[in-house]
C-alpha cells in the first residue's frame, strides 16, 4: 500500500513539472504530419478535436500509406505469406479508413494529404538521397495511389520534401506536428528530419510541437485513462509539454482509433498507451520563447 501511494505521488510531482499548452485558437491553422496511418489519433487526436472546437483549420498529412504492416495483410488477406498486391490493398484500406477516421474528428476531406511513399522506406530515402528506393511490401518504386497528393512520384527523398513543402504552402501552418528525431521508429526519425528540411527551405516558422510513439517501453495491456501520459524517464529532462483531455475527448479519441480496423487488435493496446489524460508534446524551445509564448501556460 505504501509503494502504491508512494509511486502515486511521484507520477503526480512528475505531471508538475510540465506546463500545459494553451487550448488551439480560431486563428490557428495546425498541421499534423504522420509517418503512417493512424499516428495523428495517437499523437494529437484530442488536440485536434479541441482545435476544431474552437474554429481553427487542422489538416493532416501522411507520408505514407501505412501498407507494408505484414500483420495486418496477413489478416485481410488470410495468407501467412503476402504478395505485392496484398500489400497495395492494405495501403488502399488503410487510406479509406483514415478518411473514415476524420470525419469523427471534423476534419473535412479536403485537409487530408496522402503522399503515399514507401512505409518502412523513409529512412532509406533520407539516407540516400540520390537513389529511388523500393518498396518493402508493394516492391513499387514510386506512388501507387491514384488519390494521392502527387500519384505515379518517384520515391526520392527531394520529391517527398517537395510535396510535403506544397502542402505547407497550401495550409500555411501555424503550428505543425510532426515526430520527434528521437522516436525509436526509423520512418518516425525519418520524418522529422522530412520536416526539417521543408520548413528551412521555405523559411516557414511556425510553432512546432513534436511527438513521441515508439520507445523502450512495453504498451499497456490495460486501459488507464485516468492515468498520465509521461514521458521515459531518461527524457523527462526534455522541454515537453502536457495537453489536457477531457472525458468527452477520450472517447472521440477512443473512436477514432478503433475506426482504424485493419490494424486490430494492436489499436487496444495504442488506447491503452494513449488515450489518458493528457497528450504529450516535445516543445521546440526557441520556437515558443521567441515567436508563441502565448501557446504555453507554466502551470507549475
Sequence with gaps: MFLHIFSLFMVLNRTKLYPQLAPPARSDRILIVAPHIDDEAIAAGGYALDAIANGAEVYVVY??????????ARLLHRTLEPTASNYLA???TRIAEARNAMKLLGIPPDHLFVLGYPDRGLRAMVDNPDEIVRSRGTHAYEVPYDDAFSPGSEYKIDNAINDLKQVIERTRPTTVIAPVPFDQHPDHAATAEIVDYALDELQWRPMRLGYLVHTSRMKALVNMPER??????RMKE??????PLTVHSQRIKTDVLMAYKSQRPYTLLLRNTFVRRNELFFVYPTTVADEYPEQVLVAR
Design 90 to 92: 492494405v495501403g488502399k
Design 63 to 72: 507520408l505514407t500509406a501505412g501498407d507494408c504492416n505484414r500483420f495486418s
Design 238 to 243: 526534455f522541454s515537453w509539454a502536457m495537453y
Design 228 to 233: 498520465a501520459l509521461l514521458p521515459p524517464s
